[in-house]
């Protein structure tokens, strides 16, 4: 799966999101450490909404399967 990041300059340095992500987002001083903060967003982004997932199933039984994209 290819995600695509947004970069804005902007009079502070650069700000930067996931267009398919919501909620990854950020800013910083130069491209690249908004490349890299934006990398760590999405890691946020991704370990809040397995929390928020896991206290939504509680104690339900599930079954868990990995899955992966890959561009056809």
Not at 3 to 14: A, I, S
Not at 37 to 62: C, F, P, T, Y
């Amino acid at each position: 799966m290819k995600f695509t990041q947004v970069f804005k300059k902007v009079p502070e340095g650069y700000v930067g999101f996931v267009e398919e992500l919501p909620g990854a987002n950020t800013q910083g001083a130069t491209l690249d450490e908004t490349r890299a903060n934006l990398r760590e967003a999405i890691e946020l982004v991704m370990e809040a909404n397995r929390v928020l997932a896991e206290e939504e199933i509680g104690s339900d039984e599930v079954y868990r399967e990995t899955m992966l994209l890959a561009a056809a």
